[in-house]
């Protein structure tokens, strides 16, 4: 697939792309599958322990999670969990990363040598969930300092249509060239934030279908609001990169002791990276789902310290007089 030179042209000027048709129709089944039976399988356990009494397994997977949360608010959390924090390393999750048609189009952004990061996330953006509204922020804030200069890709893609009532994703177009702007911590649900007044103007919501992914570097500011429907506005963010860009590929965990120079360590140490595509040694590439799952519990297992980001708590924000 790849994209057009009018489309590389469009992300570098606008900061993000929407490309369609880029998963077909069958692509992302393996994926909601494993998710699927990760629900399941916490649903068995808390019904086992008798903190749930049913298990919804009869409803769609773009409903299940929000009957269920309704029903019983903390078992409902409690499903959530362990897919949200981005340590969802089951079924499907290896193949949607290394997806032909998606590495295509990554190649025609960074070149054909990529390395993905486990900072992937799995999103079920359930109704009345806090969490699920992420504010604005750009990708960069999460990095490590020294890495604001390099290009990485956010790959944001819906797994239902996305829309404005169910809490699609917003943008601010041609607002990434500017570097970085201030964030702190300690925002909406816990997230990284960009004060309103430091905001870029511009933002725009993009609804998506299914199939669809969209593009964006790792400055452009974004953010997603309520989702004010009955359905489960899932999605999942990856995230890749160049060889250039620090990584921890060849590391252990324990490499990463308190005393390290913080430029030398990966843009975010803490997380797993691994190859993708390496044209002149493809047998580094991760392609087995059972190493794959290997990886990320040997460092999902470690507290890797990384330093901090220096970035203040919101309630200390001077509020600029203009
Ligand atoms: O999916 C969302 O609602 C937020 C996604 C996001 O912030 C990200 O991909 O960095």
């Not at 193949?95 to 990061?117: E, F, K």
């Not at 079920?124 to 604001?148: F, I, N, T």
């Not at 002791?257 to 390496?278: K, L, N, S, W």
């Amino acid at each position: 697939m790849g994209l057009t030179f009018a489309e590389v042209e469009q992300f570098k000027v606008q900061g993000y792309l929407i490309k369609e048709g880029v998963y077909n129709n069958m692509d992302l089944q393996p994926l909601c599958d494993g998710l699927t039976k990760a629900i399941q399988d916490k649903c068995d356990q808390l019904i086992a322990e008798g903190q749930l009494d049913r298990d919804f397994a009869d409803t769609s997977f773009e409903t299940r999670l929000t009957q269920l949360y309704r029903h019983n608010p903390d078992a409902g959390q409690q499903v959530l969990a362990p897919i949200w924090s981005g340590r969802f390393h089951g079924e499907g999750m290896l193949q949607a990363l290394r997806h032909p048609s998606l590495i295509d189009c990554v190649a025609d952004l960074i070149g054909p040598d990529i390395v993905a990061t486990s900072i992937y996330r799995v999103r079920p953006k359930v109704p009345g969930y806090l969490g699920g509204e992420v504010p604005w922020h750009q990708d960069a804030g999460y990095s490590m300092r020294h890495c604001y200069d390099y290009v990485m890709i956010t790959c944001w893609i819906p797994l239902v249509d996305a829309t404005v009532e169910n809490g699609c994703l917003w943008v601010i177009p041609q607002s990434h060239q500017s570097g970085i702007i201030q964030h702190y911590t300690g925002g909406h649900a816990g997230f990284l934030e960009i004060a309103p007044e430091d905001l870029p103007v511009g933002a725009m919501p993009l609804e998506m279908s299914v199939g669809s992914v969209l593009f964006m570097t790792s400055m452009t500011p974004h953010a997603s609001f309520e989702n004010k429907t009955d359905v489960v506005r899932w999605s999942i963010d990856l995230r890749y990169q160049d060889f250039e860009v620090p990584n921890n590929i060849d590391e252990i965990p324990q490499d990463y002791t308190p005393d390290r120079d913080p430029v030398t360590m990966a843009c975010h140490p803490g997380e797993a990276y691994f190859v993708i595509q390496d044209t002149e040694h493809p047998e580094r590439e991760l392609k087995d789902p059972a190493g794959f799952a290997a990886l990320r519990q040997q460092w999902d297992r470690e507290r890797v310290h990384g330093g901090g980001r220096g970035w203040t708590p919101l309630s200390e924000r001077e509020i600029k007089s203009s």
